[in-house]
């Protein structure tokens, strides 16, 4: 935002925001570098281009220390687009309903001028199409819906109504919903992880473990683990940085589900895991039943001992 602002007062500073951008990883510099063009043939300043072989010659550097392959084809499907773009139903990602309705409004308002706002249709369909793969890149998209939502205010007001009355009533049902929506995203926002209960069983770990073990839990809590208990995780989901990545998820999902004792400790014994933390959420999102997979290993193998197990969060030690 820093940076487009910049741009469009035609400060030159701009260009230290753009060069920032890769510190946020590869798939901002992505995004940022298509918006960057769109802008650039809009408004016909292409010495903003510049930045993108700057890009570049990062990406280049990224991936010698990196590497490439083990990338390519690795999908996780989380966070679909189609269960979370209305914020409205709990969801911490997406837009409320009423937004939508007035970025609707915003988006009649400019098609009045046709094709002259090209780029910025151009960069709305893009930003929507990409955050099919990710949910996390809606955020970019929250700047243009907002743009053109308050557009869709100005809409509201220019129309010709029949009835002040029934002008003032539609704004105010629409404001109302909202500041409605923005309670309901605030109070999931609110209770999303880590809850107190994760955030003690994640102290009590840092509390018995040792610096140089390995916990094992779903990879979606897996920052959390690192930070709270100051110990290493099998997988946490930035997994851009992950090594071996595929073989690291197909070994994560595999001891999930595995009734096999002998594979189960191949698996804690190749990646050194000495701590297995499950949640309430994770139980109910993995199994159907509390004797399946990696549950029924933890109930009735002697190689796992209980150390913990309060307000549904358990964390067994592998003996």
Partial sequence: ?????????????????????????????????????????????????????????????????????????????????????????????????????????????LWEEKYKSICLYSSILFLLLISFSNINFISYLVFFVSVLAALGIVKIFRIKWNSKLIRNLTFSLILIGVVFSFTTYFNGFYNQEPTKDLFDSLTFLNKETNNGDVIFSHYSIGHLITSITKRKNMMDSNFIYAPDVNKRFQDSNELFSTGEIDRALEIIEEYDIDYILLTKKIKEELWEEEDEGLQFLLLYSKSFKKIYNQNDIEIWRII
Avoid: C, R
């Fill in 1 to 109: 935002l820093i940076a487009l602002y910049l741009m469009l007062v035609k400060s030159k500073f701009a260009f230290i925001p753009l060069v920032l951008i890769p510190f946020f990883g590869l798939s901002n510099i992505l995004i940022v570098s298509i918006l960057l063009i769109f802008y650039s043939l809009n408004k016909k300043e292409f010495s903003w281009l510049f930045v993108l072989v700057i890009y570049l010659i990062l990406v280049i550097v990224y991936f010698g220390i990196y590497g490439i392959q083990d990338l390519i084809g690795f999908s996780v499907l989380e966070n679909s687009l189609t269960s979370n773009f209305i914020s409205d139903f709990n969801a911490l990602h997406g837009f409320s309903m009423f937004t939508i309705i007035l970025f609707i409004f915003g988006f009649l308002y």
